[in-house]
């Protein structure tokens, strides 16, 4: 079975800052990658994904994640936050039918 | 467009009280259907998926069973909840076909007491 390492647990940091929040897996055989964030009482929302082509991949709202298979990574960056990324963010690997995720780092951003 | 629908929001039980928590999918078909659960700072657990009605996997054993009584619909279930119960379950859907991403309800926030 996959595993799915996150870290972080929890990382703080200035509004504006940089950020990147590590992902790990266990294997990189057919393997497709996931970020979702959740903010508090929701349900997970997709944030971006890579399913085939190039390796670095953008959501809408800034966030980048490059897949790297020789290190089985898929860690999550964007270069200056926001207020209003403060959430719960979780990498996920599929595999066949099924979904593994990692425990969750929280991202607070801090005015 | 595809929407899914969990309810209730939250939930408030008795120890050794029965659980039911329902999930929907709309606008596709054949989905592949799955319950989670969510500690505090411990992540997803998967509890349970289906690919097709009346067939469901168990991927953690413990007194907890889910259903499909329809293609779209997937029911999560208890006969006595106990505390460890409590949690935060979510339902989610994908695609039949094609390695795509998952799409989650609201959730239930359930206390068990």
């Known amino acids: 079975a996959q595993s799915v390492t996150q870290l972080d647990s929890q990382v703080p940091v200035f509004e504006e800052a940089p950020v990147e929040l590590r992902c790990n897996y266990s294997s990189s055989v057919s393997v497709y990658l996931f970020w979702y964030v959740q903010y508090p009482n929701q349900g997970l929302q997709l944030l971006l994904k890579?399913?085939?082509?190039?390796?670095l991949v953008e959501s809408i709202n800034g966030f980048e994640a490059e897949f790297n298979k020789s290190q089985t990574s898929f860690h999550l960056r964007k270069p200056s936050v926001h207020i209003s990324d403060t959430a719960e963010y979780f990498c996920?690997?599929?595999?066949?039918?099924?979904?593994?995720f990692g425990t969750g780092t929280s991202l607070t951003v801090i005015p | 467009s595809q929407t899914i629908h969990q309810w209730p929001a939250t939930l408030v039980q008795p120890v050794g009280s029965p659980l039911s928590l329902e999930c929907t999918v709309e606008g596709t078909s054949n989905p592949n259907l799955y319950w989670y659960r969510q500690a505090a700072g411990r992540g997803l657990q998967l509890l349970f998926y289906s690919v097709g009605i009346g067939q469901i996997s168990s991927e953690v054993p413990q007194n907890l069973s889910a259903s499909r009584p329809q293609d779209r619909q997937f029911i999560l279930s208890s006969k006595k909840l106990l505390l460890s119960d409590s949690g935060f379950y979510l339902c989610a859907w994908t695609r039949y076909a094609g390695n795509t991403e998952a799409f989650f309800g609201q959730g239930t926030r359930l206390t068990v007491v």
């Open positions: 890579y399913l085939s082509g190039s390796t």
């Open positions: 996920a690997v599929k595999t066949g039918n099924q979904f593994y």
